[in-house]
């Protein structure tokens, strides 16, 4: 509830405290006292644009605060506005400095503040109010994930649409690379190795001339050792160092057989057919074409962008995967919506009627005889955040006319009655506890005032409840009365505000009453609240 709202230098209030309590809450005054002042003061809490014209003469600084007890608890809420004539306007809850945008964010849960041009005439948001007589807020949160979902998938299907065809090309080309980097065998080669075997194979030819020259010259007369051998022999025993040579030359006639084995064997294992260069070097070619082609330094790396490619293709082709399992979602989700959507509208369909007639009831109470209230509904052909319904409030205020939005209603005082009848219909289903009503009864005869005192009393029951009036048959229900005032000082003029007592309270309800206090309007204010006591019991 709002506990304590303090004013200071805003028009002609310097600077006042008024403590709050439950129930309903009358503001009364003379015209002209002030009461828009108060009026103004909750609108700037509420996060109204304000411009620095209202802060009082000769100030420089306005500062409005209201203090909110949180569930009856020793828990309080404290919001500041503070305007300045160079417009450095600030904003603290809680002694923290916020932005009008989160302000309004906060306030919006706590307070409502009924004015005839507000939110409930508006088409957008009757359908809102309407869900909330119908208790729907299980269903219609329900309703509204899967609908989140369902929308987030519609784009992303929508999106995915648009890339699949690009995605298909992307799909081929990366094909055709992995095609031409892996008919390549990239992993039977090594670099060096390659580049070796094409050098011995440019070579064979001088490897044949020169292993056949050394089989050659060992093989030669002129290199016979066994002469020289046999020579050796007569003088092998006359010295020791003969013996040695003899020795080294057996030595060397086994290093020679070795030697033209070899010589041989390598003869035998050569090439005989010089295509193989002519593959090595297509090879060669080859490689060095991809590795110009893919902008790759070496085979290594051609076998790392092989694999990569790989691992690019694989995802792509389970994007169409990813494709089918969102749409298969998609499908699913758009049936289950489809029926939450027809039992939300058949919902709305079974409660039209009841909410009709209680709001018809209300306003025939408030002296609106020939009215017909009509909730306008359609079926769409399209779901939407809401479901598939359309929804309306019509009315008629005159016997043979056709029921039109109420938005369009001239009167002011209908309008009035009717936010009333909305409210008071929608009470128990409010979660927001501080109800404000400027001039409710604008408009209105004093039968009817009496009515809406009786209809703001019973919504205060549940919401601490506000009432700006000028009727004192509204004012007599009052749980807490408080009268604006004006006095003048050293040539200054103030705003005040006090709480009356049940003495004053008459005094007050008696002034409404005939503009001044008489024997006989005092009696008059009795007899109201008389009237106002036996018809709350």
Do not use: W
């Not at 600077?15 to 439950?22: G, N, S, V």
């Not at 009432?467 to 040539?491: L, M």
């Amino acid at each position: 509830m709002l506990d304590t709202l303090r004013i200071k230098n805003l028009a002609l209030i310097d600077d006042i405290e008024i403590e709050f309590d439950k129930g309903l809450n009358i503001i009364t005054g003379e015209t002209g006292a002030g009461k828009s002042i108060i009026v103004n003061s909750l609108q700037l809490i509420l996060g109204k644009k304000a411009s620095s014209d209202i802060i009082r003469a000769d100030e420089d600084t306005c500062k409005v605060e209201a203090i909110f007890n949180l569930d009856d608890l020793d828990d309080f809420l404290i919001i500041q506005r503070i305007l300045t004539k160079s417009n450095k306007n600030k904003v603290k809850i809680n002694d923290e400095y916020v932005t009008i945008h989160r302000l309004k964010e906060v306030t919006e849960k706590i307070i409502d503040f009924s004015a005839q041009n507000q939110y409930l005439f508006d088409s957008s948001n009757q359908l809102f109010i309407f869900d909330l007589f119908c208790n729907l807020q299980t269903k219609k949160d329900k309703y509204y994930n899967i609908f989140k979902r369902y929308k987030e998938l519609e784009k992303i299907l929508e999106e995915e649409e648009e890339k699949k065809e690009k995605v298909k090309e992307e799909i081929e080309i990366l094909k055709y690379q992995l095609k031409e980097l892996e008919d390549a065998n990239l992993d039977d080669f090594d670099e060096i190795e390659l580049r070796n075997k094409i050098k011995f194979y440019e070579k064979v030819e001088i490897i044949k001339e020169t292993l056949n020259f050394i089989s050659q010259v060992f093989e030669s007369q002129n290199f016979n050792l066994t002469t020289v051998k046999q020579k050796l022999h007569e003088i092998v025993k006359l010295k020791p160092s003969f013996e040695e040579i003899f020795k080294l030359i057996e030595n060397i006639e086994i290093e020679v057989y070795e030697i033209l084995n070899i010589c041989v064997q390598e003869l035998s294992e050569l090439p005989e057919d010089t295509n193989e260069l002519d593959n090595l070097i297509e090879i060669e070619e080859k490689l060095n074409f991809l590795k110009k082609k893919y902008k790759q330094n070496t085979i290594d790396e051609l076998v790392h962008l092989k694999d990569k490619k790989k691992k690019e293709l694989h995802k792509l082709e389970n994007l169409d995967f990813k494709y089918r399992e969102y749409r298969e979602e998609f499908k699913e989700l758009k049936k289950q919506i489809i029926n939450l959507a027809e039992e939300l509208h058949k919902i709305r369909l079974k409660f039209k009627g009841d909410f009709e007639r209680k709001i018809i009831e209300i306003l025939k109470d408030l002296n609106m005889e020939q009215v017909n209230f009509v909730v306008k509904m359609e079926k769409l052909d399209s779901i939407n955040k809401t479901g598939i319904t359309r929804l309306e409030f019509l009315i008629s205020t005159n016997e043979g006319e056709e029921p039109k939005p109420i938005k369009y209603i001239a009167s002011g005082g209908e309008k009035s009655r009717i936010m009333l009848a909305l409210k008071s219909v929608l009470s128990e289903y409010l979660n927001i506890p501080v109800l404000i009503f400027d001039e409710i009864d604008a408009g209105t005869g004093g039968k009817t005032a009496f009515i809406i005192g009786k209809l703001l009393k019973k919504l205060s029951k549940s919401h601490q409840v506000f009432a700006i009036t000028h009727f004192p048959q509204v004012a007599a229900f009052a749980d807490n009365h408080y009268k604006v005032y004006k006095i003048v000082e050293n040539g200054k003029t103030y705003t005040r505000i006090k709480k009356l007592n049940d003495r004053e309270r008459i005094e007050e309800l008696s002034r409404m009453i005939s503009g001044s206090i008489t024997e006989k309007s005092l009696l008059s204010a009795e007899e109201i609240l008389n009237e106002a006591e036996k018809s709350n019991s």
